[in-house]
Each structure stands twice: as C-alpha cells, then as structure tokens.
C-alpha cells in the first residue's frame, strides 16, 4: 500500500507536470520518484518538464475506464519531450488524420476527467500540434 505522501507527490507530478532531475548524475525522471533510476541516489530535485516534444507514436482510444469516457473516442500518444522525457498523453485540437510521427506538441493545460456523481473536476496535462 502506498503511504499518502507518495501517492501526493504522484498527483502533484501529474498536475504541475513535474519531473525529477538527478544532482548527482544529472539524469531527468518522470514520473517523480524517491532514488535516482540511474545512480539510486535520493539527491534529487523537481524541475518543470519541458513543454514542446514530438509524437513517437499515437492510436486512438475509445473505450477506457468510467471516468475518462467524457473525452472518449480520443487520441493518446508516446511524447518525447525536449528535455528527454518521454511520456504518454492525449492529442487535442486536431484530428487524426492529421497526426503524423515526429510531428511537434506542445504541453497545454485541459480538464483531464470527471470523477463520478461529485462532478469533481480533475485537470492536468495534454498535448496540442504546433500549427
Ligand atoms: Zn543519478
């Protein structure tokens, strides 16, 4: 079992958008984690991720778990950022057929989903093409 700290450095990572870079060896980490994955030292400090990386791969989702269903069908694809990091996030503000691998994005802040019947809103992280 997670102990909440971690689980509120988990969110805050997803919501601010924030990595992890190694003092030591300089290695940069997302998401946020306690020892460095390179040199397992805990000498480590928040950076903001870089906001512009380009598409390595994408699909399209269109079933998905309860709470994310309200922005299904949707694209989601693997992002390299411009610091190195890659990660995995959805496409917005085009279509498909307009995607292509290598293509530039840029970080912007949506709402990510609805939790249930409290209507609570969660944002986060999603990518746009750089038109
Ligand atoms: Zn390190």
């Given at each position: 079992m997670?102990e909440?700290?971690?689980?509120?450095?988990?969110r805050r990572?997803k919501?601010?958008?924030?990595?992890?870079?190694?003092l030591?060896?300089?290695?940069?980490?997302f998401p946020?984690?306690?020892n460095?994955?390179?040199?397992?030292?805990?000498?480590?400090k928040?950076?903001?991720?870089?906001?512009?990386?380009?598409i390595?791969?994408?699909t399209?989702v269109?079933k998905?778990?309860d709470e994310m269903?309200?922005?299904?069908p949707?694209?989601i694809a693997?992002?390299?950022?411009s610091?190195?990091?890659?990660?995995?996030?959805?496409?917005?503000?085009c279509?498909y057929?307009?995607l292509?691998?290598?293509?530039?994005v840029?970080?912007?802040?949506?709402?990510?989903a609805k939790?249930g019947?409290?209507?609570?809103?969660?944002?986060?992280?999603?990518?746009?093409?750089?038109?």
């Amino acid at each position: 079992m997670m102990e909440p700290p971690k689980i509120w450095r988990e969110r805050r990572g997803k919501y601010l958008a924030l990595g992890i870079e190694c003092l030591d060896c300089k290695t940069k980490q997302f998401p946020v984690v306690d020892n460095c994955s390179t040199c397992n030292s805990n000498n480590l400090k928040e950076y903001k991720l870089a906001e512009n990386g380009k598409i390595l791969y994408f699909t399209t989702v269109t079933k998905t778990i309860d709470e994310m269903m309200v922005n299904a069908p949707y694209i989601i694809a693997l992002i390299e950022l411009s610091d190195g990091i890659k990660i995995t996030g959805q496409i917005v503000d085009c279509n498909y057929e307009e995607l292509e691998e290598g293509m530039d994005v840029r970080m912007i802040f949506r709402i990510l989903a609805k939790d249930g019947s409290e209507g609570l809103i969660r944002y986060g992280y999603k990518f746009s093409p750089c038109r």
